[in-house]
């Protein structure tokens, strides 16, 4: 499985930009021989949150060109995230689209991010996230998500192996992003693809880092700041020979956890 992780600058309130520069690097992905390209969160608006009511795509836009695109080319697209306006409310959506066109998963961000006003303009969703392709599950979930690690254990238990994560994670919490992908995927034993993006905007300095881990916690990518894409081959059977090897979902204690939950 060779993924493409796009690691971009987002302008921020200029969807029109944003639309180009996504096509462009999804053709570049395409042309080098990507199985699956992976986009960071929000990349049509970036976190213009107050502009929404113009600017969140509210007409299938994104989903239209990702369908279309994946169609022509024979890709998946892990669509990263966009502002959406749906049934008068707002959300922060990642699209899924299969090599055949087909849409396969909608997920809206379920945590949101105080400290970006995620609370005040988004809407909060309450879906998984977890679709198929070619008949193996996979996990979706958006930035702050991450700091929740019994969200994280819920896709792996309903049988993703590797989760995808995009983000616009800031610059002055990097060493967190870090550490929370690298303990997701050791205690959930999958891989994680997480891709950020990089660039600025007039609140946030963003930091990059895009990264992929494997089950046993081992760095396989790390863009740092560079712009542009990047490419790594899984092999998603190290994730059953990690879970052989311990057994953590065999040896968990459910009755006693849920004695003690609050």
């Known amino acids: ?10 302008a921020f309130g200029e969807p029109e930009l944003n639309y180009q520069r996504v096509m462009d690097y999804l053709r570049e992905a395409a042309a080098n021989g990507a199985d699956t390209i992976v ?7 970036g976190y213009a949150l107050t502009e929404l009511e113009t600017l969140a795509d509210s007409s299938n836009r994104t989903v239209e060109l990702l369908k279309s695109f994946a169609k022509e080319h024979a890709v998946n697209i892990v669509g990263g995230s966009v502002s959406t306006k749906k049934n008068e409310g707002f959300y922060n959506t990642m699209y899924v689209v299969d090599k055949n066109g087909e849409l396969i998963s909608e997920y809206n961000k379920a945590h949101r991010f105080g400290l970006m006003d995620e609370h005040i303009h988004l809407e909060e969703g309450n879906s998984l996230g977890t679709f198929k392709l070619e008949n193996i599950v996979y996990g979706g979930v958006i930035c702050y998500d991450i700091r929740f690690p019994e969200w994280i254990r819920a896709q792996a238990l309903n049988g993703a192996k590797l989760i995808f994560v ?10 967190h992003w870090r550490i929370l992908l690298q303990a997701r995927a050791i205690e959930n034993q999958c891989f994680i693809v997480a891709v950020n993006r990089i660039g600025s905007d007039p609140k946030n300095e963003f930091g990059g880092s895009t990264m992929v881990i ?8 790390d863009m740092k700041k560079q712009e542009g894409i990047a490419y790594v081959e899984l092999d998603l059977e190290e994730v059953e020979e990690v879970r052989k ?4 979902f065999d040896d968990r204690r459910v009755q006693l956890y849920e004695k003690f939950k609050k």
């Open 1 to 10: 499985m060779k993924i493409a992780c796009v690691q971009m600058d987002i």
């Open 39 to 45: 986009l960071p969160e929000m990349w049509n608006t």
């Open 166 to 175: 995009s983000a616009e994670w800031p610059e002055a919490r990097i060493d």
């Open 214 to 221: 494997a089950p046993w916690g081992e760095i396989r990518l």
């Open 245 to 248: 090897r311990i057994p953590v």
